[in-house]
């Protein structure tokens, strides 16, 4: 039998809410520089760099979305896919990501919202065997240069530390 788990952090109402306008700003074509810390709540402080690109599409006449990522990473390149959909009765999102390295397993969804034009989407997953809160935060989204962070809790979000951090900058569709 699986025990699943409930936080105050995930359980508690959330002030952010959602519109399925909310990410028109991601549609279309990215470049993307990366940021990832080395390692994932055991203190690292170094910081792994690299390039990428996003290309985004609407689904289900605006409910949903999709995005199409290549990720450049050292040791080489892979795909991924960063799915979204909106319900309109609790005005939250989900977020789910489709790792092409490992096709057959998609990620815990994130849930949540914008307020006052920041993204926060939560969800409780585990790490090396332990129950860890996570935190996908999109910023700047009013921008051609949008900003888009993960961190994790392990401590049910009394502390976050930030392990992924992505900023977009817009490509012309003339340019692609």
């Known amino acids: 039998m699986t025990t699943q788990r409930t ?45 990428g690109a996003c290309s985004m599409r609407k689904l289900m006449n605006g409910l949903g979305n999709v995005d199409d990522n290549l990720l450049e990473i050292p040791g080489g390149a892979y795909r991924a896919v960063g799915l979204r959909s909106f319900n309109p009765g609790t005005r939250q999102w989900a977020i789910w990501w489709l790792d092409g390295r490992d096709p057959h397993m998609i990620d815990t969804p994130v849930r949540g919202g914008f307020e006052n034009g ?59």
């Open 7 to 51: 936080s105050a952090a995930i359980a508690a109402p959330t002030a952010h809410t959602g519109h399925p306008d909310d990410f028109n700003f991601l549609v279309g074509h990215w470049s993307v520089e990366h940021q990832r810390l080395n390692g994932r709540l055991v203190g690292s402080t170094e910081w792994q760099r690299f390039a």
């Open 118 to 176: 920041v993204g926060t989407f939560l969800a409780e997953e585990t790490l090396n065997g332990r129950p860890i809160l996570v935190r996908f935060q999109w910023s700047e989204t009013q921008t051609d240069h949008p900003r888009w962070e993960q961190a994790f809790s392990p401590d049910n979000g009394a502390s976050w530390e930030v392990n992924w951090r992505m900023q977009f900058t817009r490509i012309a569709e003339s340019a692609l």
